[in-house]
Nanobody, 126 residues
Framework: QVQLVESGGGLVHAGASLRLSCAAS????????MGWFRQAPGKEREFVAV????????YYGDSVKGRSTISRDNAKNTVYLQMNSLKPEDTAVYYC???????????????????WGQGTQVTVSS
């Protein structure tokens, strides 16, 4: 089992920045990659970014590419999502997720992840 706890969400104005954190505990050594997803009311869960624990390869969804950076601190078992130039359309609950099945690649589908955090709300006002 892998437990995930997100933090760092909040209410900000458009153009501001936020850094989300995801602290992993439990059998963290079983996780190959960590992803961030978001879900706005009435919409499907959307891929945001992914990073591999080993090597640090990353991949971003089109909606945040160029405005966000995913990073990890292996010693702290923590993954971060730095989001800049926030827009009202970034408003959503942000979830982090752990993948334990795929030893290669950068999974971008929610179905490829095995463990999820409870989510943290990000609200961007115009």
């Amino acid at each position: 089992q892998v437990q995930l706890v997100e933090s760092g969400g909040g209410l900000v104005h458009a153009g501001a920045s936020l850094r989300l954190s995801c602290a992993a505990s439990g059998r963290t050594f079983s996780s190959h990659a960590m992803g961030w997803f978001r879900q706005a009311p009435g919409k499907e869960r959307e891929f945001v970014a992914v990073i591999r624990w080993s090597g640090g390869r990353t991949y971003y969804g089109d909606s945040v590419k160029g405005r966000s950076t995913i990073s990890r601190d292996n010693a702290k078992n923590t993954v971060y999502l730095q989001m800049n130039s926030l827009k009202p359309e970034d408003t959503a609950v942000y979830y982090c997720a752990a993948d334990v099945r795929y030893t290669l690649g950068l999974p971008t589908s929610a179905s490829e992840y095995d463990y999820w955090g409870q989510g943290t709300q990000v609200t961007v006002s115009s």
